[in-house]
């Protein structure tokens, strides 16, 4: 399995620094439909995907 870049994603830095910033809100509404990053979350431990649920305010995790 390849390895996902997205815990060093320069606009999810961007993110975490300035939500409300135009790259911020950018990279927030790509989240919703990017297929790298559902890789990512599902490459994740349950409790990873928990704290990255609860962080980026999204739908809990499928089971």
């Known amino acids: 399995m ?7 994603c320069a606009w999810r830095a ?3 620094a300035a939500p ?3 790259l911020g ?3 927030r509404w790509h989240i919703g439909f990017c ?4 890789a990512y979350l599902a490459s994740q431990s349950e409790a990873e995907r ?5 962080q980026y ?3 809990p995790p499928c089971p």
């Open 2 to 8: 390849s390895k996902h870049n997205c815990s060093r």
């Open 14 to 16: 961007k993110y975490d």
């Open 57 to 59: 305010s999204l739908h």
């Open 35 to 38: 297929p790298g990053w559902k």
């Open 50 to 54: 928990r704290a990255l649920a609860a």
């Open 25 to 27: 809100r950018l990279w």
């Open 20 to 22: 409300r910033s135009f």
